[in-house]
């Protein structure tokens, strides 16, 4: 297999993140509203397989040798996109399900998490000013590999019939705790390493 093609095949992987989570999307919300186990489980397993190509893009580009820039902006993108649809998604799963409470904090994590997301891609625009690698942090993998799974727990949480429902809500409630802890740390971790350049950009002659 020639490089390029190596490429291309982590290239796909990682663009298959979208297709996969919009047909997760869609699938949840006619779920919702008409309750049918095969839609649940062909929305929960298009769920997982969105999250794993984050796992096998990166695993791949490295055992390929075909880590490139664009990947390095490809991959946060297709998170971004993973997030946006996703955490919305569970918003409204949980208060269609009269779960308040939990639609409240997980509006709450929403929030905070596309927040956070659009902090950084605003300072790795400031980082590419000054030739700073876009690629990232250990942070910044940790939240992605602890946030993917929770989504799936979450929706299986919320959505997964009666009968095959075995998550207790106290284990649900600390894996969300531990989210918003690794996002807040990743959020301050970014900022220190582009701190540094947030100051030069903003120095001005008076």
């Known amino acids: 297999m020639s490089k390029r093609i190596k490429f291309y095949f982590v290239t796909l992987l990682t663009f298959s993140r979208f297709p996969l989570v919009v047909c997760f999307f869609i699938s949840a919300i006619v779920h919702a509203w008409t309750p049918d186990n095969a839609v649940f489980f062909f929305a929960f397993a298009s769920l997982i397989l969105s999250a794993l190509t984050d796992l096998f893009d990166g695993y791949y580009a490295r055992k390929f040798d075909v880590v490139t820039k664009f990947g390095a902006h490809a991959d946060p993108l297709m998170d971004k996109f993973f997030y946006l649809a996703t955490m919305p998604l569970l918003v409204f799963v949980a208060i269609h399900k009269d779960h308040l409470h939990h639609g409240v904090v997980l509006l709450i994590l929403t929030v905070l998490f596309l927040s956070r997301d659009q902090w950084v891609t605003f300072l790795r625009s400031i ?57 807040f740390i990743s959020l301050a971790i970014y900022t220190k390493k582009y701190y540094p350049y947030l100051k030069k950009s903003a120095n001005v002659d008076l």
């Open 127 to 183: 980082g590419s000013m000054y030739n700073v690698s876009g690629a990232a942090h250990w942070a910044g993998k940790l939240r992605t590999a602890i946030t993917f799974p929770l989504i799936c727990v979450i929706y299986f949480y919320e959505a997964a019939p009666d009968e095959y429902q075995f998550l207790h809500r106290y284990f649900v409630y600390l894996f969300e705790a531990v989210a918003f802890a690794i996002n």
